[in-house]
């Protein structure tokens, strides 16, 4: 596991299309019994290479009700995004993830992580790699069907401060969705 990280680290296959360069960011563990598989680093976490260390990032401990020096015992929680470096940023926020990230490294990485028993699909780019065509017709759906995935797997939108809307939208997410993600988080880590 520790020479696959390094290789990851070290990583420089699409390093021409980076507008910050590369710089992978993620954390796992042998043990990690938590996945959490987000999109790509921002600009801040491009920073300071600590994963989720931004507004999302304490979103989603929020919703997970876990405060971050658990967040971050990467022996409970894997935090392995679709994309590992900055991929830039477009007209409406930062861009997608660099596709050629999970194909090449996923797959190497879930081998050295026998103990995952829950995986967080955070956004529609890791819904689409995980689930594929099991995945409802838009975003909002897949996240709202989320027992349909479960026990392997846990549809969640992305925790940004840019999606504030949609949950205003849709309040069955923080009574149904959270209380769920919580529980589930929770018999994994007791």
Same mark, same amino acid.
């Given at each position: 596991?520790?020479?696959?990280?390094?290789?990851?680290?070290?990583?420089?296959?699409? !390093?021409?299309?980076?507008?910050?360069?590369?710089?992978?960011?993620?954390?796992?563990?042998?043990?990690?019994?938590?996945? &959490?598989?987000?999109?790509?680093?921002?600009?801040?976490? %491009?920073?300071?290479?600590?994963?989720?260390?931004?507004?999302? $990032?304490?979103?989603?401990?929020?919703?997970?009700? &876990?405060?971050?020096?658990?967040?971050?015992?990467?022996?409970?929680? $894997?935090?392995?995004?679709? $994309?590992?470096?900055?991929?830039?940023?477009?007209?409406? $926020?930062?861009?997608? =993830?660099? =596709?050629?990230?999970?194909?090449?490294?996923? !797959?190497?990485?879930?081998? %050295?992580?026998?103990?995952?028993? *829950?995986? *967080?699909?955070?956004?529609?780019?890791?819904?689409?790699? +995980? *689930?594929?065509?099991?995945?409802?017709?838009?975003?909002?759906?897949? &996240?709202?069907?989320? %027992?349909? +995935?479960?026990?392997?797997? *846990?549809?969640?939108?992305?925790?940004?401060?840019?999606?504030?809307?949609?949950?205003?939208?849709?309040?069955?997410?923080?009574?149904? &969705?959270?209380?769920?993600?919580?529980?589930?988080?929770?018999? !994994?880590?007791?």
């Amino acid at each position: 596991m520790e020479k696959l990280l390094e290789e990851i680290r070290n990583c420089r296959i699409c !390093e021409e299309e980076l507008p910050l360069g590369p710089r992978p960011v993620l954390r796992a563990h042998r043990d990690s019994k938590i996945l &959490v598989v987000g999109q790509a680093p921002g600009t801040k976490v %491009h920073a300071s290479g600590v994963p989720w260390d931004d507004a999302s $990032g304490k979103e989603l401990r929020r919703w997970m009700g &876990v405060e971050p020096s658990l967040f971050y015992t990467e022996k409970i929680f $894997g935090i392995v995004p679709m $994309g590992f470096c900055y991929p830039g940023r477009g007209k409406g $926020g930062d861009l997608p =993830p660099m =596709p050629i990230c999970a194909p090449t490294w996923h !797959e190497q990485l879930r081998r %050295h992580m026998p103990n995952v028993r *829950l995986t *967080l699909l955070i956004g529609q780019y890791a819904q689409a790699y +995980y *689930l594929g065509p099991q995945r409802q017709k838009n975003l909002t759906e897949t &996240v709202r069907n989320f %027992h349909n +995935y479960l026990p392997d797997f *846990l549809p969640l939108v992305h925790p940004s401060p840019r999606n504030k809307l949609w949950q205003k939208r849709n309040p069955w997410f923080e009574e149904e &969705v959270v209380p769920a993600l919580r529980e589930r988080v929770w018999r !994994e880590i007791v």
